[in-house]
């Protein structure tokens, strides 16, 4: 028999691997290991999720955790082990940040409005406690069972114990109270002073009232140090039947207005802090409609508009440029000019910003000491030439990458198509104009089109060189404000953050940007056919 038939025949009567081998390759047992991994995280998050009653993020969990195990242990589904990955990622990075911050954006979140009524309701009534009149201080113990803590008090003179949590009032229990301390309680832990002492402990003791009865008005226990408790009462008093509040002192009452979500009287005053609540569009409307937010809103779009288009504009003409300079092999050490040229590129940008921020600087800037003669020019004061200075600014840190990109298509660019238009008589700028930067173009418009969307929300150069100012007259937004550095002063660095307003700024964020680049990427086609 020949050797290629010896063969033939080996293979032939070699054995098929079954399923049982293939699950015992250490691959398997890798793949699974990791499955194991990804469920448990996954039946812990489901488990919190349905702890906090959080019923969508539980329904979530649910779909991916069963699609993750059909996909990675199903035969069928090998394409989908490469896309899932990341398909979980986009869903929970980019879909579910996006359409969270559309839901804020339809509602009062923010501070004074960042919780459920329940809580605003409790933490009025916690800011409005006071001492009993005459309230004994009484010997008590920190206590636990599987609802959360609870506060036990005892008679100094009958030993009776009384406990109860955060959501029981006080009522009798058996127990243990000897030598002014209480050491036992029926159903429940009696902690230690080194448990109260644990840092997130304290904090939950701290934040402990226990009411004396299911009427609220009746006051409540509260303890300083664990081992004592005294009676509060509180100067508003509420009715749950009318939702209302009512000042003790002054008699005025504040009724519930969900609209707005706060307790408000007679004159719209509110009480803070307050609840979070659908207000539809009304976050839209302010943008464009309230006072004191229309206009410095309408200027700093108009202004992202055209600090992005100019920038853009500005850095691609000068990279084109200076691309078509160092592209000229006549020119002599062009690599080491054109390595010089991408310096500002390799810096470190908000490094690069905070130097130019001293340069500037009115009163000791290099810029106005040594280049004016000491001449006290308001770079970043005035708000022209603080507008001026962002560009000029933006133009040192961006000509560099467009210098790159221009070359890279310059030099890719076939020398055939320069050499007939030569033959043809056309000048040099001729054939910039109508030949190389119609090519140049049809390489690099998504590239602008990325840069344009990239300073479209260029935070970090707003903030780093002036904050976004100089501001309004009292206001926190200023006239070098973009939309995005705009955005982080109304919920972050603002006194009084607005997340609902900040993230209907986001969302017109979103659509601005996605609407340039669809025509933008629109045009492109237009291009392509050059």
């Keep these: ?247 003790v002192e002054t008699g005025v009452v504040y009724t519930a207005n969900d609209k707005i979500g706060a307790y408000v009287d007679a004159d719209g005053n509110a009480i803070d802090p307050g609840w979070r609540v659908f207000v539809g569009f009304d976050n839209y409307r302010n943008m464009f409609t309230r006072g004191d937010l229309a206009g410095p809103f309408l200027k700093a779009l108009v202004w992202s508009f055209v600090f992005a288009a100019v920038s853009v504009l500005s850095t691609f003409a000068l990279g084109l440029i200076l691309g078509l300079v160092f592209s000229d092999k006549r020119i002599k050490g062009r690599k080491i000019y054109q390595s010089l040229m991408i310096l500002p590129y390799a810096f470190p940008a908000f490094l690069a910003t905070l130097v130019w921020k001293g340069m500037l600087n009115e009163e000791f800037g290099f810029v106005n000491n040594v280049f004016l003669g000491g001449t006290k020019v308001p770079w970043l004061d005035d708000p022209l030439l603080a507008k001026v200075s962002i560009l000029g600014v933006n133009l040192w840190l961006g000509f560099p990458y467009m210098f790159l990109v221009c070359l890279g298509a310059l030099q890719s660019l076939p020398s055939d198509v320069e050499e007939a238009a030569k033959i043809d008589g056309a000048s040099g700028l001729r054939t910039v104009w109508s030949i190389k930067l119609p090519l140049v173009l049809q390489s690099t418009v998504p590239l602008l089109i990325a840069s344009f969307a990239f300073n479209f929300n260029n935070f970090s150069l707003i903030y780093m060189l002036t904050k976004g100012g100089p501001n309004y007259p009292g206001m926190d937004v200023g006239q070098t404000d973009i939309l995005i550095s705009m955005v982080y002063k109304i919920a972050i660095d603002s006194g009084s953050a607005d997340y609902g307003l900040a993230s209907a700024m986001s969302i017109i964020i979103f659509i601005v940007v996605g609407v340039i680049a669809w025509l933008g990427f629109r045009q492109t086609k237009t291009l392509e056919e050059l």
């Design 1 to 247: 028999m020949s050797e290629p038939a010896k063969a033939t025949e080996n293979k032939k009567a070699r054995p098929k691997a079954s399923h049982a081998s293939e699950v015992t390759r250490p691959g398997f047992f890798a793949k699974l290991i990791l499955m194991m991994l990804i469920d448990a995280l996954g039946l812990y998050g489901m488990f919190t999720a349905y702890m906090v009653e959080s019923w969508a993020v539980l329904a979530v969990l649910v779909v991916l955790l069963l699609a993750l195990n059909w996909v990675y242990f199903s035969k069928r589904m090998i394409p989908a082990k490469y896309l899932v990955p990341g398909m979980v990622f986009l869903l929970i990075y980019q879909v579910f940040v996006m359409g969270y911050t559309g839901y804020v954006s339809f509602t009062n979140y923010g501070n004074g409005h960042n919780s459920t009524k329940e809580d605003a309701l409790h933490s009025i009534l916690i800011a409005a406690e006071e001492r009993a009149p005459g309230a004994e201080t009484m010997p008590a113990a920190v206590v636990e069972d599987a609802s959360g803590y609870g506060l036990a008090i005892a008679d100094r003179e009958t030993g009776a114990i009384q406990v109860g949590t955060e959501h029981t009032p006080m009522h009798d229990v058996d127990g243990a109270y000897a030598a002014g301390m209480i050491t036992e309680v029926a159903g429940y832990k009696v902690l230690t002073i080194a448990d109260i002492l644990k840092p997130d402990v304290q904090t939950e003791v701290a934040k402990l009232r226990v009411q004396v009865s299911q009427d609220v008005n009746d006051g409540s226990y509260k303890t300083d140090d664990g081992t004592s408790a005294y009676e509060v009462k509180y100067n508003k008093t509420y009715d749950a039947a009318a939702d209302t509040l009512t000042d």
